[in-house]
């Protein structure tokens, strides 16, 4: 079973073939995170013209990289939402184009539940792993989202809390900004705070009432954002190791603490950590040394850096189910900007 998966929800334009789920043959990303350095951020216009330069380009990289020909898929898969609306247009024009003129199925497929079942293509690629076992709680936590669920099944999974402004990914964005730090800051904060003091500032940790499983980080930007404008004002010298620790700090408690405690409600047999910014460093071991002190009995599981970011073999793996079950879309298959998974 070989399926031709696109990923264009955001700034990357991606293509792979997977092979049932387990088999990435290909998986070629092209990101035009270059041309929103300058802005500090993804300028949706500017992300789907790069979508129209790129998509062709990747989808035959794609296709020569894994030595195989259109023939040879059996069907296109395609993340169809949420995302960026002109972003997802032109990935899915591609995909109906492809399904309609090769005659084959097409799948549409939820980004957020792809990056949650990119946890399970980690373990089906490595040969002697066993898959993930299910129930389990996911936290996905990117750029554009910020979700806890929890995972009945591939085709079972129920939202439990999400953010109710910023997702953290465009927290660290934001910071980054704040601090003159290069695009996307995310990745150049955790490498900073590594060598910072976590304590040095007392940065707000929202809880939302003790029963929530929601977040909010916009409270944190702005207690940043007064920080660093007070210190300039003043004439103070900002210590950036200091600040990003700090920063990171609370993020990591919030969102170690209520997926923890989420972990605890439910008879679970495995965490799962999936999105962009499950690469940072500090909420892996954060993550990983409190539930091993706290829930020694839950695996937590993360797939490798390669499949943490927006990625198209994350796609083609979680179509797979869907083929599994003849779940296809029609031509008529539409692009949906909002959150919807579990909703
Ligand atoms: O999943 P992703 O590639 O795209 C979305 O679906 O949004 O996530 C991108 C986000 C960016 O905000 C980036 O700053 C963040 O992931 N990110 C990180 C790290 N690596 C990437 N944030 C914190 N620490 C990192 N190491
Ligand atoms: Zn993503």
């Known amino acids: 079973m070989r399926i031709l998966a696109i990923e ?64 040879e898929v059996d069907a296109i898969a395609i993340a169809h939402r949420p995302g960026l609306i002109g972003s997802l247009i032109v990935g899915l024009t591609a995909a109906k184009t492809l399904a309609w003129s090769l005659g084959k199925p097409l799948i549409g497929v939820d980004h957020v539940a792809a990056h949650l079942y990119s946890v399970q293509l980690s373990r089906l690629a490595a040969e002697l792993a066993p898959p993930v076992s299910l129930p389990a709680i996911g936290l996905v936590c990117s750029g554009g989202h910020t979700a806890i669920y929890l995972v009945h099944d591939w085709h079972d999974i129920q939202l439990l809390g999400k953010t109710i402004d910023d997702a953290v990914g465009e927290a660290y964005d934001k910071v980054g900004a704040l601090l003159n730090l290069s695009y996307p800051g995310g990745p150049v904060i955790d490498k900073l705070a590594q060598q910072g003091d976590p304590t040095a500032i007392k940065f707000p940790r929202a809880s939302l009432g003790k029963e929530s499983l929601n977040f909010s980080f916009s409270g944190l930007k702005s207690s940043v954002i007064n920080t660093v404008h007070n210190a300039r004002q003043k004439g103070d010298d900002i210590n950036p190791y200091d600040l990003a620790a700090s920063f990171q700090a609370s993020v990591v408690e919030v969102l170690v603490h209520k997926t923890l405690r989420a972990a605890k409600e439910k008879n679970i047999k495995q965490l799962l950590l999936a999105g962009g910014v499950a690469a940072n460093r500090g909420l892996r071991e954060a993550l990983s040394a409190k539930m091993a002190l706290e829930l020694p009995e839950v695996e937590v599981v993360i ?41």
């Open 303 to 343: 797939p490798p850096l390669s499949l943490c970011g927006d990625n198209a073999a994350m796609i083609g793996a979680a179509a797979y189910t869907e083929y599994q079950q003849k779940h296809f879309a029609g031509h008529d298959l539409n692009a949906h900007p909002g959150l919807v998974l579990g909703e």
């Open 8 to 71: 264009s929800t955001c700034d990357e334009t991606a293509c792979a073939i997977v092979d049932d789920a387990r088999i990435v043959r290909s998986n070629v990303v092209a990101s035009s995170s270059e041309l929103h350095a300058v802005y500090k951020g993804v300028v949706p216009e500017i992300a789907s013209r790069a979508h129209i330069e790129n998509i062709l380009p990747v989808v035959r990289e794609a296709i020569d990289q894994a030595k195989t020909n259109f023939d």
